[in-house]
């Protein structure tokens, strides 16, 4: 069973350039979530897809934007970027969509930090 | 809006004593709770979830509906639980919602 990978591991941007960070879910699972977590504060819920459709959402402008393939693996893209941005970003699989009880595996983050 | 509150940032306790890590949440609907933890140097993993009432390394968590809690309990800390501990609000909207942790710390 492989576990969920992130790439890639640090980036440094420059404010009002675009980033795409990649996430492969774990074997068998069909759900993945994003999350933007800052330093000293909790995973904050940016976006879910299943089976390569966007089905729940955060507080985030839509300059996050998201895609998943067929594989069940997923991009985040953020267009725009702002110093606030700079962050540690967590990708997350699961099994089941919509159903709320299934946990989440999650990868090891990507940091991202933005000049 | 959904909301989760871990009122304790940072939690200090001697080893072998009780330990309590509060969780508080806001949802109008039936909510999923979930406990993760965070070892040093690695990835956040689900500790416990309400929905199957296990204990896992020692550790429960009871959904308190009337005072919307799902404090975490363990009675005997041990140090290898030093740890920053997430609890986590589940909906069947796809959305998930995250305390800002509580970092606990088992002094020997």
């Known amino acids: 069973e492989t576990g969920v990978t992130q790439s890639p591991t640090h980036l440094i941007k420059t404010r009002g350039q675009q980033v795409t960070l990649r996430c492969s879910s774990q074997?068998?699972?069909?759900?993945v979530s994003w999350y933007q977590q800052a330093l000293g504060q909790g995973p904050q819920f940016i976006f879910q897809?299943?089976?390569?459709?966007?089905?729940g959402r955060g507080n985030f402008p839509p300059r996050f934007s998201g895609l998943q393939f067929p594989n069940y693996s997923s991009e985040l893209n953020v267009n725009a970027l702002e110093l606030d941005d700079s962050a540690l970003y967590l990708c997350?699989?699961?099994?089941?969509?919509?159903?709320?009880?299934?946990?989440?595996?999650f990868g090891p983050g990507t940091r991202l930090t933005v000049t | 809006a959904q909301r989760v509150t871990q009122p304790e940032k940072l939690l200090s306790v001697f080893k072998g004593a009780p330990v309590e890590l509060k969780c508080n949440y806001s949802?109008?609907?039936?909510?999923?709770l979930f406990w993760y933890v965070q070892y040093s140097r690695q990835r956040l993993q689900l500790l416990l979830r309400h929905i199957s009432r296990e204990s896992i390394k020692g550790f429960t968590a009871d959904l308190n509906k009337g005072e919307t809690s799902f404090h975490l309990k363990k009675p005997f800390a041990q140090e290898e639980d030093s740890a920053m501990y997430y609890c986590a609000l589940n909906t069947n909207a796809g959305k998930s919602t995250f305390g800002d942790g509580t970092t606990l710390t088992v002094k020997p």
């Open positions: 897809y299943y089976r390569e459709e966007e089905n």
């Open positions: 997350a699989s699961s099994l089941g969509g919509l159903a709320g009880y299934y946990e989440q595996y």
């Open positions: 074997s068998g699972h069909n759900t």
């Open positions: 949802y109008s609907g039936s909510p999923e």
